[in-house]
């Protein structure tokens, strides 16, 4: 019978008392810093959209109201002083009239003044952005009429284009062979009146007054200067003038027609070089405009 009977099991449970692992009271702790979080990142985000002018504004919102410098304990309009220290009795700290009276504005402190050089600079600043895209276009349109006519294809490599603190420079250079004028003479051949006409039809495109400098080359390596080049380098200079007249520039536009002999050679190191004879054409730019305070 003993090998018949059944075991008898006894099963004991333990009671949790309290929250314990499956309380609820870290997930409150938990949602609370997922809030801070959330509230950090978003002020985050908020700072970095948004503008200094804003920021600015957001500062004085939260800054201090101003405090009083007067050491009165009164904040009215006298301060605890009277209206002024004449007489016998008088006690004043201040003369409220004298203390209270605005006082002449120089033109520094002026706003007006301040807002209307603000805007001459502007308007220089724009001025020479187009300035300047109106010399680039220039070249750009001389630079492909001569590559789309083809009396002018062959003299492309005669032609410089740059821009100087002067203006826009077009330089019109000898090449060994390929002279814009016979020796010893002023008057341009066949070659320089079909380079003076492409460049007059892009000097018409713009309103700059134009300079007219003619240049000599050195006779002998290491040669001063002669006599004879400056008047043939001035001779130069107004022969190109009158081409470009007869080919349509206006008369008033020419600011100065000078030689400048072979003083200023565009190859130092060899004064000698054909390419030291040349003709510049430079228009220049316009004179920037005087503020209206300085009485010139």
Known sequence: ?????????????????????????????????????????????????TSPEQKLGIADYFAPASVS???????????????GQDGAKADGSARVMQNSAPQSESSEDNPESASSKAAQSAEAKAAQAAEQASFQSAALSLRQAMQSMPELAELSKQVIVDQTPEGLRIQLVDQ???????????????????????????????????IIAGHT???????????????????????????????????????????????????????????????SITLLREAPVLPEDLGI
Do not use: C
Not at 15 to 21: A, I, M, P
Not at 70 to 81: D, E, P, R
Not at 177 to 185: D, I, K, P, Q
Not at 249 to 254: L, T
């Open 69 to 83: 410098q007067s050491n009165s304990g009164s904040g009215g309009i006298l301060g605890g002083t009277s209206l």
């Open 1 to 49: 019978m003993a090998a018949k009977e059944s075991a008898v099991m006894i099963k004991k449970v333990k009671k949790v008392v309290g929250g314990g692992h499956h309380g609820g009271a870290w997930k409150v702790a938990y949602a609370d810093f997922v809030t801070a979080m959330m509230a950090f990142f978003l002020l985050m985000w908020l700072i970095n959209t």
């Open 176 to 210: 060994e062979g390929r002279s814009m004028f016979e020796s010893g003479s002023a008057r341009p051949n066949e070659r320089a009146r079909v380079l003076l006409r492409a460049v007059t039809n892009i000097v018409d495109q713009l309103p700059n007054r134009v």
């Open 217 to 279: 080359n050195a006779s002998d390596a290491g040669a001063g200067i002669s006599d004879g080049d400056w008047g043939l380098s001035s001779g130069r200079a107004d022969g190109a003038r009158r081409v470009m007249q007869q080919f349509g520039m206006d008369m008033d536009r020419v600011a100065q027609v000078t030689g400048k002999a072979n003083s200023e050679p565009l190859f130092p190191d060899d004064p000698t070089l054909p390419g030291n004879r040349r003709i």
